[in-house]
């Protein structure tokens, strides 16, 4: 929810563009002198024209500017707006699709380094006692996993993912599904899980670590679903 204060010039800027005459696939006047005009900061300035952007008033080009309307067929959509407009459930969906495969090609290309790299991040997790422990040790697994594969697009793509987590939406699920489960459910069952996709990561067994990764991340989308059903 915007603040007061950018719903002020939220409201101000509609009007202000609307006196200029700017009509749909026209380029917005440079920011400074928005803000100028609106009496404002740029910063401020900026949260409004966000909240423009994220309800199809505006769409932005880079290099180029930002026009007024909806973004034109074609033009690909910021990732940033996809990011805020993603819910929780859709993010494990997402990774419901992505890491499985990512365990299956880490199975197939695992260094014995690596498998002791991850072994002792399960062996940490049994012995998490806080929901902040459990979190941390948590991402480097997944990212770990990752990182085996040697692969930078899929390390960088699961770092995008992860990225959603700090968005306040996932932060407010997330604590949900944890009232609710309880940090011994993530150091017991939780961390078992992780200790099947080693396994079968350790012995070079693709399918299994896929099968594994889908059904832990299953385990999750359906505590976090059960959270969202019960408030």
Not at 9 to 27: E, N, P, V
Not at 137 to 144: E, K, L, N, P, Y
Not at 180 to 209: K, M, N, W, Y
Request: hydrophobic fraction near 40%; charge should be positive.
């Amino acid at each position: 929810m915007p603040s007061t204060r950018t719903q002020e010039i939220l409201q101000a800027l509609h009007r202000d563009l609307g006196a200029r005459g700017i009509a749909t696939g026209d380029r917005l006047p440079p920011e400074r002198d928005l803000a100028r005009q609106l009496g404002c900061s740029r910063d401020t300035l900026r949260k409004a024209l966000a909240e423009m952007e994220r309800a199809g008033d505006l769409w932005r080009h880079v290099g180029q500017g930002t026009f007024y309307g909806p973004r034109p067929f074609g033009h690909p959509v910021r990732e940033a707006i996809l990011v805020q407009g993603a819910s929780p459930l859709q993010l494990m969906q997402a990774r419901a699709l992505i890491e499985p495969a990512v365990a299956a090609q880490a199975a197939h290309v695992a260094t014995a380094p690596q498998v002791a790299a991850l072994e002792r991040l399960v062996a940490r997790g049994r012995h998490a006692r806080s929901r902040s422990e459990c979190e941390q040790i948590d991402a480097a697994f997944h990212r770990g996993i990752a990182e085996v594969t040697g692969n930078p697009i899929l390390l960088g793509l699961l770092d995008y993912l992860a990225g959603v987590r700090r968005q306040a939406a996932w932060l407010r699920e997330w604590e949900r599904t944890y009232r609710r489960l309880g940090v011994a459910e993530f150091s017991g069952p939780h961390t078992c899980q992780h200790q099947t996709i080693l396994d079968a990561i350790a012995q070079h067994d693709a399918q299994t670590a896929l099968e594994g990764m889908r059904d832990h991340l299953e385990t999750i989308f359906t505590a976090m679903h059960a959270a969202t059903v019960a408030r």
